[in-house]
Each structure stands twice: as structure tokens, then as C-alpha cells.
């Protein structure tokens, strides 16, 4: 089974490396990909605890904006099989960590500075950076130092006041030639979400195509049946790769990693080309396609 679209506590997943490789272990996955927001960490790492049996390749996702439409549209790209080392994707993403961690910064000052129940010892191990929506990082941070009173206080000045964010998205022409850069290959995620028309949607895959882009992700556990058939379209008519993945973050939320059509597996030509191409790390010998 293989699942390419993975979250761990690296971002806003709920369980660290260890943990999802238990769960991908006992759901049978033989191939799989953390894609974590903004963050390559578990690709850095993971290769210490791989099984043997098992294939990993290096995976991301990165926040980006087009404005291909005249309005600001939030996509995701995908990155597969990319080297860890590349400096230039290692250096974007440490500018778009730095940003977020400053104005999250200047966000819990202001909290500070507004309730006089809080204070910054509560914050001493708070990731300012770490991607994620800051209501709930704070409220995790802080929900067990707090009275219940205190504690809905913070929760309604969080659903109002929205801290300002600044550049948290990379611009997606140069997010996929990050990806291309570091030697991976830029695909796009749930393009669903994008809630665009069919016309729409294939004038924007055009677009990204152009710029570089590869792949679809034609399966994910959240994918209208019905829109399966014009993504493998689309895919076919601009001969992109077709990608899938559960998505998983936490079982609260998602049905569990695997979870996908079975039309993706093993035998796809994407995992076809990473396994040709030596985009995996781990499994055993036998096992390369």
C-alpha cells in the first residue's frame, strides 16, 4: 500500500516519526512520504528508523499563493524526492520559518499585553514558528495554566482578533522551482479545495505546468468520487504524474493513513519513476521496482 501525503508533529501532525511508522507498519504501507507544512526536518531523520522493508521518499508541502485570477488563491505543492541538502529549498523554507516565528512573536506579545493572566514563562517552549493555526497552537500552550474563565476570555479574543500575517506563502512559480532545484518533483495537492470550475481548473494546471509542475494528486481520502475522473484527465491530457495520499494528521480528524483509492499503489508510474530514478531510501533488495 502507499501513501505519500503524511503529517507529523513536525507541523501540524499529531504523532512524531515513531509513531507513524507503527501505524504505517500495521496498516500495511510499504510505501510512504511525510509531507510536512513548510518543513523537511523528517526527511533529515527518518532514514535512523526506517524499517527495512519499507520506502520512504523525501517529501514536503509548501504554502503558496497565485494570483493567476486577479484574487488571492491559496495552493499547496507537493514536493517529492527533492535532496535534503539543496541550500537554496533548506534556506526558503528557514525564511518562511523566521517570518512566522517573528510575527507570532509580536502576536503573543500583544496577549501579554491584553490579559494580565498570561505570561511569557507559559510561552517558554512555544514554537513560534512551527505551521500550524496560531488559535489552537496558543490555546495548547497555554489551556492547562489557565481557569475555565480565563481560559474562554482567550478563546474569544483569539476568534476575532487574527494576528497579521505577513509573507507565510511563497509565491507558487517559485516554490515549484524550489522543488525543481533541489531535484524533486513539484505536485499539486488536493487541487479539489480550490473549489475552481472544470475550465478554470484546467487553464490553472496549464499554468503550473508551464511552470514547471509534474503532478496531480488524483487521489486523496477527502476526493469527491466524481471529480476523480477529471483530475486522471487532466493528468493525462498535460502527461502529469498522478499522486495520492490519506492526508493524515491525527485520527481525530482523518479516517487513517492509507486510506486512499486503491488505484494508486506499487505499480503507478510515479512510484514507478521515484523507485527508476533512486528517489527512495530504505526497503529491501528485493523490493525495488
Request: hydrophobic share 35%.
Amino acid at each position: 500500500m502507499v501513501d505519500l501525503h503524511i503529517h507529523s508533529s513536525y507541523s501540524d501532525g499529531i504523532f512524531d516519526l515513531k509513531k507513524i511508522i507503527e501505524i504505517a507498519q500495521n496498516s500495511n504501507i510499504t510505501h510512504l512520504s511525510i509531507t510536512d507544512h513548510d518543513n523537511i526536518d523528517s526527511s533529515k531523520v527518518i532514514k535512523d528508523i526506517l524499517p527495512c522493508d519499507m520506502f520512504y521518499v523525501p517529501g514536503v508541502e509548501l504554502s503558496t499563493v497565485s494570483y493567476l485570477y486577479g484574487e488571492k488563491m491559496k495552493v499547496h505543492i507537493l514536493g517529492y524526492g527533492y535532496d535534503v541538502e539543496n541550500n537554496e529549498l533548506n534556506n526558503a523554507i528557514f525564511q518562511m520559518h523566521s517570518q512566522r516565528a517573528n510575527d507570532n512573536y509580536e502576536y503573543v506579545v500583544k496577549l501579554l499585553e491584553k490579559f494580565s493572566f498570561l505570561s511569557m514563562s507559559m510561552f517558554e517552549n512555544f514554537d513560534y514558528g512551527k505551521y500550524g493555526w496560531i488559535k489552537k497552537l496558543i490555546l495548547n500552550q497555554v489551556s492547562s495554566n489557565l481557569t475555565i474563565e480565563n481560559l474562554n476570555q482567550l478563546k474569544e479574543y483569539l476568534n476575532f482578533e487574527k494576528p497579521i500575517y505577513h509573507n507565510y506563502n511563497f509565491e507558487i512559480e517559485e516554490a515549484i522551482q524550489y522543488i525543481k532545484n533541489a531535484g524533486g518533483y513539484p505536485v499539486i495537492a488536493h487541487p479539489f479545495k480550490l473549489n475552481l470550475d472544470e475550465t478554470y481548473m484546467k487553464n490553472f494546471i496549464k499554468y503550473l505546468v508551464d511552470c514547471g509542475l509534474v503532478g496531480i494528486e488524483t487521489y486523496h481520502n477527502e476526493m469527491p468520487i466524481e471529480k476523480i475522473a477529471l483530475y486522471h484527465y487532466i493528468a493525462i491530457n498535460y502527461s502529469l504524474f498522478e499522486s495520492g495520499g490519506s492526508d493524515f494528521h491525527s485520527y481525530i480528524y482523518d479516517s487513517g493513513l492509507g486510506t486512499i483509492n486503491t488505484e494508486f499503489n506499487e505499480l503507478s508510474p510515479f512510484i514507478k519513476k521515484l523507485h527508476k530514478e533512486q528517489k527512495f531510501i530504505g526497503g529491501n533488495k528485493n523490493g525495488n521496482k
